[in-house]
């Protein structure tokens, strides 16, 4: 039996679409008085806000990130709306360190290395490890802060070791009788 290629029907698919960006400080506001922030990005706090953009988009998977190609700021609505507040403020102190590093011409997604050994994701981590520590959170909250999908419980760990958060005890199996 022989197969045909069946020809794809004359459809336009477009490969540049423009995308809406809006003015990070109209959504974001009092970041630039932040003291976290300004430890970021200093004398030029101001100004780096008042520039950056931020690309908002509709989905329930994802949080934050920063664009690799224009260091811009993609951010879920669906987690603005259903995530814990002070996890999304510590997500922002995060990203805007990565905006910091991308300013600087940084790879965000250095080769070679692990998610929880990766330069970049351990400056941005520490960072909002301090600030959550600022706010008084435990060891405990920072780790289950720390908790992402993407990272197994050994990376997990690997992380919180890496950026100075104490990890709980693991629990320990059942005894056989």
Same mark, same amino acid.
């Given at each position: 039996?022989?197969?045909?290629k069946?020809?794809?029907?004359?459809?336009?698919?477009?490969?540049? *679409?423009?995308?809406? @960006?809006?003015?990070?400080?109209?959504? %974001?506001?009092?970041f630039?008085?932040?003291?976290?922030?300004?430890?970021i %990005?200093?004398?030029?706090?101001k100004?780096?806000?008042?520039?950056?953009k931020?690309?908002?988009f509709?989905?329930?998977?994802? @949080?934050?990130g920063?664009?690799?190609?224009?260091?811009?700021?993609?951010?879920?609505?669906?987690y603005l709306?259903?995530?814990n507040r002070?996890?999304i403020y510590l997500d922002?102190?995060?990203?805007?360190?990565?905006v910091?590093q991308?300013? $600087?011409?940084?790879?965000?997604?250095p080769?070679? %290395?692990?998610?929880p $050994?990766?330069?970049?994701?351990?400056?941005? @981590?520490?960072?909002? *490890?301090?600030?959550g520590?600022?706010?008084?959170?435990?060891?405990?909250?920072? %780790?289950?802060?720390?908790k992402?999908?993407?990272?197994?419980?050994?990376d997990?760990r690997k992380?919180?070791r890496n950026?100075?958060v104490?990890?709980?005890?693991?629990?320990?199996?059942?005894?056989?009788?």
């Open positions: 039996m022989t197969r045909t069946a020809k794809l029907p004359d459809v336009r698919i477009p490969k540049i *679409i423009r995308l809406r @960006y809006e003015r990070f400080l109209d959504h %974001f506001k009092g630039e008085d932040v003291d976290a922030v300004r430890a %990005f200093g004398s030029k706090t100004a780096v806000l008042r520039s950056l931020v690309e908002f509709s989905s329930k998977w994802g @949080y934050m920063v664009s690799d190609e224009d260091g811009h700021l993609v951010v879920s609505t669906h709306r259903t995530g002070r996890d922002v102190v995060h990203e805007l360190v990565h910091r991308f300013c $600087e011409g940084k790879e965000l997604f080769e070679g %290395f692990n998610y $050994e990766a330069p970049t994701e351990i400056e941005a @981590y520490r960072a909002c *490890i301090a600030e520590r600022r706010l008084g959170m435990t060891d405990r909250e920072l %780790f289950q802060y720390l992402v999908e993407w990272m197994d419980d050994a997990l992380m919180a950026v100075g104490k990890a709980p005890q693991k629990p320990r199996g059942r005894r056989k009788r």
